[in-house]
């Protein structure tokens, strides 16, 4: 069993729950479900959250969960990290389990077999102007800078400029949908999937730093590039909105 320490000391077990790209197609009426049921369960605590990448990209483009995705990608500021991780407990009693917890800020819940990323982003002393979750970097004002907007018969934050995030995220077709796996994952992969989960649960804080150091520096050569493609589309007149 795995587990997570809260800031009042109690502390919150679960079991690991391996994840991975192609694991399945999202059913999107247990994740409207899911998802609705997460945010009562948010608003009552004060607890603020926005739709991240694909989410977002299926609210803004098919005002529905993209058809070819497979979970939910939310996006959670640092300052609340505390308070979501208060909420374990009242998330199991509603049916969500933890699936995964990096401990570089990436949460992941389940439930009727239908997952939430909610991934956790802290400032990056990297860079300027950026945040990261698990090493991936996203311009702050993204993360820090939110709107409305109507989804699933409710109202979901996302970010302000949003249509600018979709260009530096996706590139300049972002309307034109892409499916980026056919979901068919062999038996070897699912068990790499989990032993990767298992060793990254157990492994000690200095040997876990040199590894996801040296990856946090692949994700920011990928910021890097996001940022030069969107500068050169922005320069060529490309990009539509500021």
Known sequence: MASIKLSDGRVFKYKVYPLYLGIKKIDREKAKENLLLLKKITDKAG??????????????????FIE????????VHYSDRDLLLSLLFE??????????????????IIRNKEYIDLAI?????????????????????YIEHWVKIPFLG??????????EMMEFRYGKDWRIPVAYTNYKVSFVQKKIAKLKEYVKNHLPSFAY????NHLDK??????YYRLDRYNKLKNRGDVSHM
């Open 47 to 64: 607890l603020k959250f926005a739709l991240a990448f694909g989410t977002a990209l299926g609210a803004i483009r098919e005002h529905n």
């Open 68 to 75: 070819h995705d497979e979970d939910i990608d939310l996006w």
């Open 91 to 108: 998330l199991r009693e509603n049916g969500f389990e933890v699936a995964r917890w990096d401990r570089r800020g990436c949460l992941s």
């Open 121 to 141: 982003y802290y400032p990056d002393d990297r860079a300027e102007a950026i945040m990261s979750c698990c090493g991936d970097p996203m311009p702050r004002k």
């Open 154 to 163: 409710d109202k979901f934050y996302i970010a302000r400029d949003w249509e």
């Open 209 to 212: 730093n040199i590894i996801y």
């Open 218 to 223: 692949k994700c920011l050569d990928r910021y």
